[in-house]
């Protein structure tokens, strides 16, 4: 494949950071890579840092899907976003020079609209949580048809990548990111005579929409979280999820593929 050459580096802006940087900008003048300050006028954008530095360089240049992101991790270790190592700069030459070990990976999104306020985009989940010690309740719709009334701490809808996080940590299931679908978790569900829930996630198929709503018994004020972000609106009663038409297509390595990062991180 072809790479192209205007890059946006994402980073913190400290001075030890500015120093790890070094050779990533001695490498883009040696190769005849253009670094803009502007990620508008990137085509590619990569992050350095770690999986949540990630997560923030997509959200902060507004989920392009006309270029290519990136990872490069601070870190000793690879992880599920970072497919290069800052101090591998040998792996990075190669790969540039070659082109051989490349691949685009392309990561299904999910579009959340709160209320009419407008669409979210997020890579790994939207979450929404009571901000006070009592239960919420939400009644969840697949398109039209109410499937349940939940009651407990709050509920995780995740992305395939998204479902090594969050979702993992609530015994949700790992889902390979080929398969374009979201998947619902409970977060410490209540299941009384009066309010029953499946107790397990489920998966939900790219063609069809999510919708919860919230009831109102005094916690009407949830958090709501995308990816590592909070979601600033207050009074909420009806959120609608499904998945995004666009696709983040990523630059990863051909012997780095999902279910290894899986195995590497988890296993």
Same mark, same amino acid.
């Given at each position: 494949?072809?790479?192209?050459?205007?890059?946006?580096?994402?980073?913190?802006?400290?001075? !030890?950071? /500015? =120093?790890?940087?070094?050779?990533?900008?001695?490498?883009?003048?040696?190769?005849?890579?253009?670094?803009?300050?502007?990620?508008?006028?990137?085509?590619? +954008?990569?992050?350095?840092?770690?999986?949540?530095?990630?997560? %923030?360089?997509?959200?902060?240049?507004?989920?392009?899907?006309?270029?290519?992101?990136?990872? +490069?991790?601070?870190?000793?270790?690879?992880?599920?976003?970072? !497919?290069?190592?800052?101090?591998?700069?040998?792996?990075?030459?190669?790969?540039?020079?070659?082109?051989?070990? /490349?691949?685009?990976?392309?990561?299904?999104?999910?579009?959340?609209?709160?209320?009419?306020?407008?669409?979210?985009?997020?890579?790994?989940?939207?979450?929404?949580?009571?901000?006070?010690?009592?239960?919420?309740?939400?009644?969840?719709?697949?398109? %039209? =048809?109410?499937?349940?009334?939940?009651?407990?701490?709050?509920?995780?809808?995740?992305?395939?990548?998204?479902?090594?996080?969050?979702?993992?940590?609530?015994?949700?299931?790992?889902?390979?990111? =080929?398969?374009?679908?979201? %998947?619902?978790?409970?977060?410490?569900?209540?299941?009384?005579?009066?309010?029953?829930?499946?107790?397990?996630?489920?998966?939900?198929?790219?063609?069809?929409?999510?919708? =919860?709503?919230?009831?109102?018994?005094?916690?009407?004020?949830?958090?709501?979280?995308?990816?590592?972000?909070? /979601?600033?609106?207050?009074?909420?009663?009806?959120?609608?999820?499904?998945?995004? !038409?666009?696709?983040?297509?990523?630059?990863?390595?051909?012997?780095?593929?999902?279910?290894?990062?899986?195995?590497?991180?988890?296993?």
């Amino acid at each position: 494949m072809e790479i192209r050459r205007n890059i946006y580096l994402y980073h913190k802006r400290d001075a !030890d950071m /500015l =120093l790890k940087m070094a050779p990533l900008f001695e490498i883009a003048d040696r190769y005849g890579f253009t670094i803009v300050k502007d990620y508008r006028d990137a085509n590619i +954008i990569a992050s350095v840092g770690d999986d949540g530095t990630f997560l %923030q360089a997509v959200r902060k240049t507004g989920f392009r899907d006309d270029c290519l992101y990136m990872g +490069i991790s601070t870190m000793d270790t690879l992880s599920m976003y970072c !497919d290069f190592r800052i101090n591998d700069t040998s792996k990075m030459i190669d790969a540039i020079i070659t082109n051989e070990n /490349l691949k685009v990976r392309r990561y299904p999104l999910i579009d959340v609209s709160v209320d009419g306020q407008g669409t979210f985009t997020c890579l790994n989940e939207f979450s929404i949580r009571s901000a006070i010690i009592k239960t919420l309740v939400v009644d969840v719709f697949i398109n %039209q =048809l109410h499937l349940e009334t939940f009651r407990g701490d709050g509920l995780i809808v995740a992305t395939p990548t998204g479902s090594t996080a969050y979702n993992k940590s609530v015994k949700g299931s790992i889902v390979d990111p =080929l398969l374009p679908c979201m %998947q619902v978790s409970e977060v410490a569900s209540v299941n009384t005579n009066r309010y029953r829930t499946l107790g397990s996630s489920f998966i939900v198929g790219s063609d069809r929409t999510l919708t =919860l709503k919230v009831i109102s018994e005094g916690n009407d004020h949830p958090t709501m979280g995308m990816d590592n972000e909070a /979601l600033s609106i207050r009074h909420v009663e009806t959120i609608s999820i499904k998945i995004s !038409d666009k696709k983040l297509k990523t630059l990863k390595l051909k012997d780095n593929s999902f279910w290894e990062k899986v195995k590497r991180t988890f296993l």
